[in-house]
Each structure stands twice: as C-alpha cells, then as structure tokens.
C-alpha cells in the first residue's frame, strides 16, 4: 500500500499519443489508463492509494533523496536517485504507436546506476478498471501475465547480458509481483509493462530496449524541430508544446482537456470531475497556439475533427455538445466509483461528464475563431463542413439571447452569460469574414443583423454602471475572469474606458499578487460546495489583458511571476492553490496553450517597444 499522497506536482508525464502516465519522484507510477486516455485505469493509486494499484521502482533499504527531469526536448522522464551508497537514474518512457488504433501499448522502465552500489525494489500491484475488476496472475519463463475478463497486461524483465542485472528474489501473491536489482556503477536492469502484449510474454534484450529509446528520443526531437519558435522563454514554451502532443489522441487528432479524472479543485472538496475528453473550446483554443509555433499539421488534423462533429450535430439538427470523446463519439455519461475515497480524501470520484449535455454558447466563438485562424493559413474546412457550418450559424442566430450555463459549467441554472454573448458574436463575425472573404455561401445579411444586436446587447446589458465593469451575466454585479478575453477577440479596443475600468475591477478584486480568480463562488454560488483555487487559464489571459492595453510591463512581471509556479517540470494543472500546490486535474491543456499564446503574443509586443 503506498505510505501517502504525493503532491500532484510531483508527478511527470508520460505518453506514447494514444494514452498516458503520470509518475512521481518516488519512481512510482501512480496513474495509467489503457487502451486509451479514456480507458479504466490499471495504476490508480491517484484517487486511492489501497484500492487504486500502482507500479514503484525505487531504491531499497536506503535513505535517498529524488529529482526528476525531461531528456531535453522529449517526454522521456528521469528520475534520478541521490543517496550516500551511490546515484542511480530510472527513465521512464513509452515508444510512440502511431495514428493506427492499438491496444498494444508500451510502458519502459530503465534503471541504470551511475555510480556506487544500490538495490532497488519494484512493486507491480495493478487494479483493473478502477480497481473493480479481479485478476488472475499467470507465470511463465519470460514474464508475468495480469488477466481480467476484459483486458491482459504482461509483465517481462530485461534479458540478462553483459552490463545488465536481471531481477532477483522475485514474489508473486494476490497483490502483484515484487523483485529487486543490485547494481553496482555501470549496470542496468529495467521493466517493460505492455497491454494486450504477445502471449506468452517476451523479455527485452538490453539492445532492443536502447533501440526503442533511440527512437522515441529521436521522434519527439524530430517533432519539436517544426517549431517556430526563437523568442523568450523557449524552453517553457516548448515543453507546453510537447504537453499538448501527449495529450493528442494521434488517430483522430483530438485534444484531450488533462489525461486524469477527480483530482480536487479543492483537496478535500466536491468539485473532481473527469476531464479526459475533447472540449470543443479547449481544443479550439489550441488552434491558435499550435499556429503560432508552425504545427499546421496539428491544426489541420483538429480541424477535420472538428469538421465532422459540425456535420454530425448540423445532421442532426441539434446544437454542437461542449465535449466528445477522442473517436467522436458524445456518450459521457457521469458515474461516481464509490469505492474509492478520492485524492487525499476528496470524494466523490467521478468518471464520464454530466457537463457533457449543457448549453454553452460560447463554443461557437471559439470553434469559428479557430477556423478564422486557420483560413488565414491556408487550412480549411471541407465544402460539406462549410455548408453545415452555415446551418449552425443559422441556429445561433435562433438562439444566442438565450440562458446557457456557461464557460464554467455551473451547475446552478441557466443565466444570460455575458461571455456567451461575447464568443457568439465572435462566431457570427467570423462567419462573415470567412464567407465574404472566400467567397463562401452564407446568410450574411442574416448574421450580421445579429452579430449587431449581440454587440448592443453586451454592450448595454452586459456592462454594470455602478461597478463600472462588464459582468458575469445580466442583471448581477459579479465579475468574471472569461471577459479578460474581450479586447483579444476584438470586441473592444483595449483603450476604450469601458474596458479599462473593467481591467481595475479584475485587477482590484479577483487578482491574487499575480494569479487570477475565475469568479468568487460565495457572491455567485455555482451549484457546488466549497471553494478553488486561482485559475492558470485566466492568469495567462491577464497577462494578455495587460500587454494590450499598454502595460506591458506589468504583463512581463506578471508573465515571470507565473512561471515560477510550474512544477520543477514545466507542467500546470488547472488551478494554483493559496500554498502554491497545483490543484485540479493535472497537467491541464487549458494552462499549456495559453502559455503558449501568451508567450508569443507578450514576445511580439516587447520586441516591438524594442
């Protein structure tokens, strides 16, 4: 049973572009979903450190002290282990699968010790699907066979040979197996744990194990290289870019929000949700951030996602859903696994998405804006995307004054949401730039007479006298972090007093020294019990918020002070806790791309003063 909760920070990711694992500085691997992102867990020690299952590889009987980097310029994590008798070094990776479907995935653990002499101990206790489903353990000469009635994992060590220590000591029960490896400086000795892998199971020779090693280095770095990126903070922008990848699902292109489900915006609290599935508006946020760097063909493969889902939901004469699962498909429906007492406690754990059925007006500004973006690159959608695009734009013009829950997914009712007038009206724009500058059909009379009546509609309603600031929704005094977005998407101009008072009543009351508030929950109750942290998303936002309106170097400050709170790996979950801890679920889409977007925007407008 692991002894506690290792903080969510500490922890690495992993991933071969189907799914993925997070690893702590322990060497132990906490979470693992397979075959895909959204898959049941076989390691879920995250959200249950008795029930969950986990995989550890660490030293034995020694007092020792852990850090972890990235190989640069890939997702191959090392953990490296300080002790009096010695320094070893794990390295964690999966070799990428490709764009094909597989339930074949890959996970290597390589141990090699740098110098002095140190035995380490691996612990392999996996759970299946959340810890529900029973096992048999079947043995054979080259490894272990984990089988449920579903799935199979299989469990081989290295092939012993010249300079590579095979386990010894090596126990099986009903929890798992254990082993250990004595190394003395030079050795190596190492894991490989595969899904759906070949029956029997076959030990790795220690120079298929380099090769595979090889070539996953060699794919990330190749990957990285079509990046345009020279500007400051190359090194925080390219390991957010990296993130992003791991988090696309390589068939269909789709973005995942985190790779991990129930991680508390409160420790201790309520608000877990799952968020290993495509956001609509998360996914096209990133269109942006991936064009920026010169990933068109990353924009290229969401789009045409994005293009079927506009045709599916067209088809069906029903609105587009907030949030799909990587192949499409918008089945989410939320569960809670009771049996498991969440991140240090914080119940309940929840797996699918309730949210997935709410009104959110706001994605049709992000979706279209993304597809702006990519026109002016040269990235289209097809004719028949275009055709059921215009029809969505014909439903919106229907019902855009209607409530929606909003960006936020409260779960409090429907209200006018300012920021969901905002982003139609984006949608509607955009529609019209696209038709008249390509020359596409479309109503533009018609989205033009709305598009105009959103804009005096938020203009009129959505902006308090009194507090002399847009607001959360109509009728309320409330303040809302999503509006930092305004002058960016092109509504206001950033000079304008309306919106630079707006701008001091954010930086007055939901700006903590430099990180942001989504909204106060106590003055506008969501539905949920207790309260969040500061919001990554809307802390980069401020920073742009500032840039554009002429205090850059407040934005610079402000942008600095941000990163100091990334793990000692560059990673962001979705909020930042009063202490600093990262809270929510982690690492978060959200945060990277709007790093990324902020980076090059802040680097454009310094570069410029310069």
Known sequence: MRPNYPGVEEHGLIGDLQTAALIDKDGTVDWFCAPRFDSPSFFGALLDRRKGGYFQLSPHGVKYTSKQLYLPG???LITRFHSADGVGELLDFMPVTGEQVTDRHRLIRLIRMVRGTMRFRFD????????????????????????SRTLTLTLSAFKESEGLVGPEDVRRDEEGVSAYYTLHGGDIGGVVLETAGPHPPRALSKEHACELLAETRDHWRRWLNGSHYTGRWREMVERSAITLKLMTYAPTGALIAAPTTGLPEQVGGQRNWDYRYTWIRDASFSVHALLCLGFDDEARRYLHWLDERICEAADSDQPLQIMYRVDGSPHLDEEVLGHLEGYRGSAPVRVGNGAAGQLQLDIYGEALNSLDLAGRKGLFVSYDGWRKTTDLMDWLCEHWDEPEDGIWETRSGRQDFTYGRLMSWVALDRAIRLADRRGRPGDIARWTIERNAIYEQVMTRGFHPGRRAFVQHYGSDILDAALLVMPGVGFIAPTDPMWQSTLRAIDSE???????????????????????????????????ALALSGRLDDAQLIFEKMLTYSTSLGLYSEEIAPNGEQIGNFPQAFSHLSLISTAVSLNNLLDERS
């Open 510 to 544: 939901l700006v903590s020294d430099s990180l942001v508030y989504r909204y106060d929950p106590k003055a506008s109750p969501d539905g949920l019990v207790g309260t969040e942290g500061t919001f990554s998303m809307c802390t980069f936002w401020y920073v742009q």
């Open 124 to 147: 392999c206790r996996p759970r299946f699907n959340y810890g529900r489903d029973p096992y048999e353990l079947e043995v054979n000469p080259e490894g272990d066979v984990f089988r």
């Open 74 to 76: 890939t997702p191959i």
